[in-house]
């Protein structure tokens, strides 16, 4: 297989799809935070990284080595001396921010954040989502640079977060907010899932065995025994494949019964 | 501050919310990893993890340090040696898996196990989350263990994501799956959403200046630049403290003028 279709090896094929996001640290501390980022954003399709003033300086090789092969991400990526540069082509900027105090801005969730970003994106705006350095967060300058602030509904005797994990719920929120995906699907893979006509077909198959063997030689008992079955193949979903293997479960297990009771 | 009300320093206060759903690691590898599995668990409500065959035993210093205070998880955390042994005692159980194959299997995306998790734990049920080793994820026995599998709904150019990360996902989507925050709200603080007539005021006072200096001496024109400026002032939700700070800027400008004026 090739790096580029594999993702892995020296960097993966990630290009940036549509208008997405421009992801903004502010003041970076950490290297290796800085690459698993760009990791996350490559998992949620956010490509554009901008820092601003990032603490040891860039580019730097511990970044690299911790982006799982987000490399493309890294060697894009854009300095800024200020927030001011860095969004001073942008037309609407988000900053996460667990705790504002004394502020008055409107507050979104991820999810809202993320919903809203696309609407903007739609319609061919520039929009950027700011994140603080890692310990003190954004100040209260940078605040004020912001459209709005986004805070995740988590756990409130715990929300500290990881600066990657906080990118990568936002990564996940930009990305579902275009996705499709049915909440649940049976995946079948190479079979199907079985008409009723296929299971009755085997429900007689069953029953037929059953009543030869005796189990169901209880005559008052009989139907509602069948229901049970019944009932209980129609739980989940059965496919043609599973049929297949349950009618040579009946088939061996009467078999077997048949050349035991022969042997006698 | 009290380090069980911040939740910083030697192990965060939390306790389980309601019956949440166990966290399985199967045969993790990275100490690292199990810490800020710890971590992203409790930022989501999720409070029980357990470990199958972790491959460097149990308990693991290193995983302590990368916590970040959720030492409670780490200390509460049970060993099993099989899967089978893991989830003997649980209901439903779900796992995570990228790219299963060759299996017929109902697939879930993070969003829609977190509903069905939520609707499971409300009567009573007991429920596993399984996640797999770091590289290999979860093998077909493992899987076969599991009610549904997990998908989550990411970038399929670059799938790969980190043990906490993915941990981080389904941790979130369990809380959202329960949490009523408004997507956007904003936030006034000491202050409130300025009434019409709190803004009616503050335009008079405008237009009152503005006429006197001449701005909207233009009759053709006034009607127009008064709506307009109308119009902005409303596009946002001012409040009634930004509305005390801009009637200032008018009074202030108005002032400045006048003294240079009757400096001439």
Same mark, same amino acid.
């Given at each position: 297989m090739e790096a580029g279709m594999t993702g892995r090896d020296g960097g993966a094929d990630i290009g940036p799809i549509g208008n997405s996001p421009v992801v903004i640290l502010v003041r970076p501390q950490m290297a290796e935070n800085i690459g698993t980022t760009a990791r996350a954003m490559a998992n949620g399709g956010l490509f554009h990284m901008r820092l601003v003033a990032p603490r040891d300086g860039w580019p730097l090789e511990r970044a690299w080595r911790s982006a799982s092969g987000a490399d493309r991400i890294l060697e894009s990526a854009q300095v800024f /001396?200020? =927030?001011?540069? @860095? =969004? @001073?082509?942008?037309?609407?900027v988000f900053a996460t921010c667990p705790r504002p105090r004394h502020i008055v801005k409107p507050v979104l969730t991820a999810r809202g954040g993320a919903a809203e970003l696309r609407e903007m994106t739609d319609r061919g705006l520039k929009v950027g989502l700011m994140f603080g350095p890692e310990r003190a967060g954004l100040d209260n300058e940078d605040m004020a640079r912001a459209d709005a602030l986004i805070r995740y509904p988590l756990n409130p005797a715990f929300m500290s977060l990881n600066l990657a994990q906080a990118v990568m719920i936002m990564a996940y929120e930009w990305w579902m907010a275009k996705d499709d995906t049915p909440p649940r699907a049976l995946m079948t893979n190479e079979t199907h899932v079985a008409t009723r006509g296929e299971l009755d !077909? +085997? &429900?007689?198959?069953?029953? *037929?065995?059953?009543? /030869?063997? *005796? +189990?169901?030689? !209880? /005559?008052?008992?009989? @139907? *509602? &025994?069948v229901r049970n079955l019944r009932h209980f193949f129609l739980r989940g979903e059965v496919t043609e494949q599973e049929l297949r293997t349950l009618h040579g479960v009946v088939t061996e297990l009467s078999r077997g019964r048949k050349a035991r009771q022969g042997g006698k």
């Amino acid at each position: 297989m090739e790096a580029g279709m594999t993702g892995r090896d020296g960097g993966a094929d990630i290009g940036p799809i549509g208008n997405s996001p421009v992801v903004i640290l502010v003041r970076p501390q950490m290297a290796e935070n800085i690459g698993t980022t760009a990791r996350a954003m490559a998992n949620g399709g956010l490509f554009h990284m901008r820092l601003v003033a990032p603490r040891d300086g860039w580019p730097l090789e511990r970044a690299w080595r911790s982006a799982s092969g987000a490399d493309r991400i890294l060697e894009s990526a854009q300095v800024f /001396e200020t =927030v001011d540069d @860095a =969004v @001073a082509d942008l037309h609407h900027v988000f900053a996460t921010c667990p705790r504002p105090r004394h502020i008055v801005k409107p507050v979104l969730t991820a999810r809202g954040g993320a919903a809203e970003l696309r609407e903007m994106t739609d319609r061919g705006l520039k929009v950027g989502l700011m994140f603080g350095p890692e310990r003190a967060g954004l100040d209260n300058e940078d605040m004020a640079r912001a459209d709005a602030l986004i805070r995740y509904p988590l756990n409130p005797a715990f929300m500290s977060l990881n600066l990657a994990q906080a990118v990568m719920i936002m990564a996940y929120e930009w990305w579902m907010a275009k996705d499709d995906t049915p909440p649940r699907a049976l995946m079948t893979n190479e079979t199907h899932v079985a008409t009723r006509g296929e299971l009755d !077909n +085997f &429900m007689r198959h069953l029953i *037929g065995d059953l009543d /030869e063997c *005796g +189990f169901l030689r !209880n /005559e008052q008992k009989r @139907a *509602g &025994m069948v229901r049970n079955l019944r009932h209980f193949f129609l739980r989940g979903e059965v496919t043609e494949q599973e049929l297949r293997t349950l009618h040579g479960v009946v088939t061996e297990l009467s078999r077997g019964r048949k050349a035991r009771q022969g042997g006698k």
